[in-house]
Structures are given as structure tokens and as C-alpha cells.
């Protein structure tokens, strides 16, 4: 299922949520929308859905205009934040809600609707707890469940609101490896809503960044970190040290930091470098090491420029021992935009 | 205290002379306010033996005013029920204008003196009312009747169910509602299995605090009754007539029914809470 968003607005209120969002989607992709909160990343979703409808343009469902159709029409599976669960029905029934609601012609034998159940069950790795209640499960477990009712109607995307986050460090990792599965297994067109740009980056074929209710850059994980389009971006995914300056010349300048700039016209910029694109070297500026700290395989170091930055570097476990008293050094990359 | 002691007790614990005091004090008044009267109550109704009681109660016109009481309830709460319900379905899982109003008008019933309740069924359709010569020449009786006195009921128990309901359904949100439409149920349906599970035990604990509440309304049932022996009497007004004639055996014998209803309700209510330990805490009035 291919799915095209044309210019949809959506007002709550007078705060706009989406402003004039175009987004494609291909078949059997899986795509993260991130954003920090208020972006506008869930209403996108929900009107992805069919759960919101759109103010002013349209939403396309393998070329079919869907704008206005419900969520039951688009046959979307959603994933909601908290899960959602019936919390009267047992894990079974809850996975079975969508085929048990069809009437006529359309809904399943039992013993078929009992099969579904199984193999569903047996996708997420839940064999056997069909008999309990969402009560008398783990965090993870429910988000699993949650999973395998929106897959049980064999629907033509999937659609997941923030779906680990309200899980802890351990289970997040192991079920984003578990979505993964799932989407490879099913082959299901799957997009989730996130605010940890690690998740995103990790799971998503592509990522798409929302801010104030625009898409400020799509792309696969590798471009989207290494070639932001806009200030928002390369300070929103992965760490960067933020420099307010000035560029003359085709140069930008923020104190002691001097980067080429060649693209940008004279005047106030700012320019981001990544903690990993600082190096020693002699021919660069100096810099006072207040802290070197090995973290696995990484050297962890803040520095203070010869103005009072203060600078985060990450260097190779090797090197710890020459961050030491005052060092030169240079930015290797940086990503320069006119304020 | 002793340093024993101290170390005794957990460290956000008070100490054990306040705890005596404080459930001590709370006992003491219940003791007074509640168990006293409830005691009084029935040692009036028995003062002249258990035989007597019972033929006071017995009266006709007793017997009459039990079975308006039980009639009022059972029109009053079913319909409150149903209304409270969808009042609620309405505030918590929907955003119209005037919704700030709804839940203004249906906490009315609470802020209004029973008594101006019952006056203003008076004022509608009473002989000098807005309606009065009307229903005067179609022969319909709403104020000195039953209609009267089960309207002026259910205008006072109202916000029970509603008020029950409420907080419970903001608190579950609409997700799971969201679930069960995008997965192709219907609107009927999706309250039937979804919305109506969720909220059972709080419409229950709602429809027994309107139970109690109905059987119990003295103020507005007052003013719209007209006192009619045998007809228009519910329970609380006939002990108000039968004290009034010093009969106080028959008076104290109806009063001691009541507050049978009373502890039934109670009883039902408890047995609830125990069952269901997540009704409990929920706000009453």
C-alpha cells in the first residue's frame, strides 16, 4: 500500500498542528515521523488513520483519495500510546475484536477466527497467554498484544503511536528489534510515531522530522544525520555543539572556530558541529580539557574554548590519554546556516 | 516515648498516641452523630414491643406510603440511570460547545434548596402555574399526585449517576473507543462492549447512592405532595405526619423501615467496594 499526503492542514483551535504536510510513503515501508512534542508528528498519524480529518487537503491510499473515509474503511491497524487494550476481555478476544465485529459473509468461522488467534500469538512470541487479561501482563507484553489485534485484520498499513514509550530502556531495545521482525515478516506498510531520534534512526528505512507542524526533512537515517537540511534538524537528531556567529567571505566565525562556508552569504549564521567532527590537531584553535571520561569504546570529553564555550568531543578510546591540559584542535565538518 | 518504641513504628508513621486520639476522636463523634440516632431510632419504634411496631407498620396508610416510596424509586433511578449515562458518555468522550453549561445544569440538583425544587414543579404546574388551567381542563394531576412527586424525585437525584460516571470515563479517555471503531465496530457496539464494561461498577455505586437518595427526599417531595394520606404520601413525609399526631410508635416504626432501606443500600454498597476495589474512593455525595 502506497500512501501520498497532499497539503494537508489541520487548525486545532487557532494553533495550527499541520501546515501544509507533504509526505510519500512507498509500499511496505517503514517510516518513523519524529518530532519533539507539539510538532505535530500524532496528528499526522491520526489523520493518516482516519482518526482526524484534515481541514484543507488529501490523503491518497494506493492513488485512492481516502481523506475523508474512517479508519475502518482504510482498514488501518493502529497502535495507540497506552495500548488501549479492552481490559475486560482476555488477551484472545482482544486480538480477535476486528474479525469478531464483521458481519455476514465477512466474518470468519470461529475456528478460523481461534487459528488467526494462535498464529498472531505466535508472531509476537505470547504462545499460550491468550487465557489472560491485560491486567495480568507485563509492559511489554501488552504493547505485543496491542501489536497482534492491529495486525489481526490484516490491515494495509500500520500505523503506531509512540509505541515504546511506556516501556523502559531494556524492553524499548528488545521490542524495536521485535517490530522489525514483524514488519519484515508481514511485509505490512508500518509508520510509527516517535520523539527518541535513536529509535527512529535504528528502526526506519526512512525518517521523517516534524517541526511545527511542517516536515522539515525526509530521508533514509544515514542522510537525515549526516546531511541536515535545516538548523532544526542537525540539532534535533544526534548531539551537536551549537556556534552563533558570523560569516564573511565565504568563512563562518564564532570566536576561536573558523569552518568554510562558501555557500552562505555574509551575515549572522549558525553553525553546528557533531561531538565525533572535532580532532586534535596543531593547526587548529585551543582548547582547555576539563573532563575526559572512556564510556565503552568512546572517549567522552568536555573542553572549554579560550571565549568560555563549553565543547562536547568524542574521540576513540585510544586517544583518551591526549585529552589532557590544553590541546589544539580542529572542526573536521560542520553544518553552517544563515540565521 | 521511648527510643524502642520509636524505632517500633515506620518512619513516616505518627506516633501512637495520635493515631489513638484521631481514630478515638472520629468514634466518638460518629458515635454521637450517627450511631446514636440510628440506635434512638429503632429503640423508639420498639419502646411499646416488637409487636407493636410491626402493626404500625402495618397500617394501610403506612403500606401505602412504602409502596409510593418503592414506586417513586423505581421510575426515578432507572430513568436517572439512563440519563446520567448518556450525560456522562456525552461530557467525557465528546467536545461540543455548552459543555461547561451541561455540567453546570447537572450539578443544579446539588446547589438548588430541595425545597425551591419542589416549588418550581409547583410554579408549572400548579393550579396558578404556567400549565395549571390547562391540565386542570384535560384532567391531568401532575401537583398533588404521583407525576409530581416522582418528577420533583428525579430532579433531585439527577447528578448521582452522572456525577459517578464522569470523572470514571475522562479518566479512561476515548482510546479505547478509537480501537474499537478503527477496527470496523460500530458506534452501539462499541458502547455496548467497550464503553458500558468499563464503567458497570460505577454506574452500579451511582444508581444505589440515586436509590438511597430517592427513597429519602423529604424537601421537594414536600412542597409537591399535598400530603394526602394513603396517596400522596412517600415514607419521609408519613413519619412527619404520624410525629406530628404524637404517634410516635408509628412514626419511629416507619422511620425504622426507612432506615432499613437505608442500611440495605449501604450493605449492597460495601459488598460492591470489596468486590470491586478500584470503585472505591470514587467521590459520592
Not at chain 2, 406510603?65 to 458518555?89: R, S
Not at chain 2, 461547561?100 to 425545597?115: G, M, N
Request: some cysteine.
Amino acid at each position: 500500500m502506497t500512501i501520498a499526503i497532499r497539503s494537508v492542514e489541520k487548525q486545532f483551535g487557532r494553533y495550527p498542528a499541520l501546515n501544509k504536510v507533504d509526505l510519500e510513503i512507498a509500499d511496505g515501508e517503514l517510516l518513523a515521523l519524529l518530532g519533539p512534542s507539539g510538532s505535530g508528528k500524532t496528528t499526522l498519524l491520526r489523520t493518516i488513520a482516519g482518526l482526524e480529518f484534515p481541514d484543507a487537503g488529501q490523503v491518497l491510499f494506493d492513488g485512492q483519495d481516502v481523506t475523508y473515509a474512517s479508519a475502518a474503511a482504510r482498514r488501518v491497524g493502529f497502535v495507540f500510546q497506552q495500548y488501549a487494550l479492552f481490559k475486560h476481555m482476555t488477551v484472545a478476544k482482544n486480538i480477535a475484536f476486528g474479525l469478531d465485529v464483521r458481519k455476514g459473509k465477512d466474518k470468519p468461522s470461529k475456528a478460523e477466527i481461534a487459528r488467526r488467534v494462535e498464529e498472531l500469538l505466535k508472531l509476537v512470541e505470547l504462545e499460550g497467554l491468550g487465557g489472560r487479561y491485560p491486567s495480568q501482563l507485563s509492559g511489554g507484553q501488552r504493547q505485543r498484544v496491542a501489536l497482534s489485534r492491529a495486525l489481526a485484520v490484516q490491515p494495509s498499513v500500520l500505523l503506531l503511536d509512540e509505541p515504546f514509550g511506556a516501556l523502559d530502556a531494556t524492553v524499548r531495545k528488545s521490542l524495536r528489534r521485535e517490530l522489525r521482525r514483524v514488519h519484515d515478516a508481514t511485509g505490512v506498510t508500518t509508520i510509527f510515531v516517535t520523539h527518541d531520534q535513536e529509535e527512529a534512526l535504528e528502526l526506519a528505512d526512512r525518517v521523517a522530522i516534524l517541526n511545527n507542524g511542517r516536515i522539515e526533512q525526509i530521508g533514509t537515517p544515514d542522510q537525515v544525520h549526516d546531511a541536515p537540511e535545516t538548523a532544526f534538524v542537525c540539532g534535533f537528531v544526534g548531539e551537536a555543539n551549537r556556534f552563533d556567529g558570523q560569516v564573511s567571505g565565504g568563512r563562518f566565525n564564532a570566536g576561536a572556530l573558523t569552518v568554510p562556508a562558501s555557500a552562505l552569504k555574509d551575515g549572522a549564521a549558525t553553525a553546528y558541529v557533531r561531538p565525533h567532527d572535532f580532532a586534535l590537531d596543531e593547526a587548529g584553535f585551543e582548547v582547555l580539557i576539563e573532563r575526559a571520561q572512556v564510556q565503552g569504546a568512546l572517549t567522552a570529553v568536555t573542553a572549554l574554548t579560550s571565549d568560555g564555550r563549553r565543547l562536547e568531543i568524542s574521540a576513540s578510546r585510544a586517544d583518551a590519554d591526549r585529552f589532557t591540559g590544553a590541546v589544539k584542535i580542529v572542526a573536521r565538518k560542520a553544518h553552517v546556516y544563515a540565521a | 516515648m521511648g527510643a524502642a518504641s520509636s524505632k517500633a513504628r515506620g518512619a513516616t508513621d505518627d506516633p501512637a498516641w495520635a493515631k489513638i486520639l484521631l481514630i478515638g476522636a472520629v468514634f466518638v463523634f460518629l458515635a454521637l452523630v450517627l450511631i446514636l440516632p440510628l440506635v434512638a431510632v429503632f429503640a423508639e419504634a420498639l419502646r411499646k414491643g416488637l409487636d407493636a411496631a410491626i402493626l404500625a407498620a402495618r397500617q394501610p396508610d403506612a403500606l401505602a406510603a412504602v409502596k409510593l416510596t418503592l414506586l417513586t424509586a423505581a421510575i426515578a433511578v432507572p430513568f436517572n440511570a439512563v440519563f446520567g449515562l448518556c450525560a456522562a458518555w456525552a461530557i467525557a468522550k465528546h467536545d461540543f460547545r455548552g459543555k461547561a453549561l451541561l455540567i453546570t445544569l447537572i450539578d443544579l440538583p446539588f446547589s438548588v434548596s430541595p425545597v425551591v425544587a419542589g416549588l418550581i414543579y409547583v410554579l408549572i404546574f400548579g393550579l396558578q402555574g404556567w400549565f395549571g388551567e390547562w391540565l386542570l381542563d384535560n384532567d391531568i394531576r401532575i401537583i398533588f399526585a404521583v407525576p409530581g412527586i416522582v418528577l420533583a424525585t428525579v430532579f433531585v437525584t439527577f447528578p448521582f449517576v452522572a456525577r459517578e460516571l464522569i470523572p470514571l470515563m475522562q479518566e479512561q479517555g476515548t482510546s479505547e473507543e478509537e480501537a474499537a471503531i478503527s477496527m470496523g465496530a460500530s458506534g452501539l457496539y462499541t458502547f455496548w462492549r467497550v464503553t458500558a464494561p468499563n464503567v458497570r461498577w460505577g454506574l452500579l455505586y451511582g444508581v444505589l447512592l440515586c436509590n438511597a437518595r430517592a427513597m429519602g427526599e423529604f424537601g421537594a417531595v414536600s412542597v409537591v405532595s399535598g400530603h394526602i394520606r394513603g396517596l400522596t404520601n412517600t415514607m419521609p413525609l408519613h413519619v412527619e405526619i404520624l410525629y406530628n399526631e404524637y404517634d410516635f410508635v408509628g412514626a419511629f416504626a416507619v422511620a425504622a423501615l426507612l432506615c432499613l432501606l437505608a442500611v440495605v443500600t449501604l450493605v449492597l454498597k460495601t459488598a460492591l467496594e470489596i468486590a470491586q476495589p478500584d470503585v472505591r474512593g470514587r467521590r459520592g455525595h
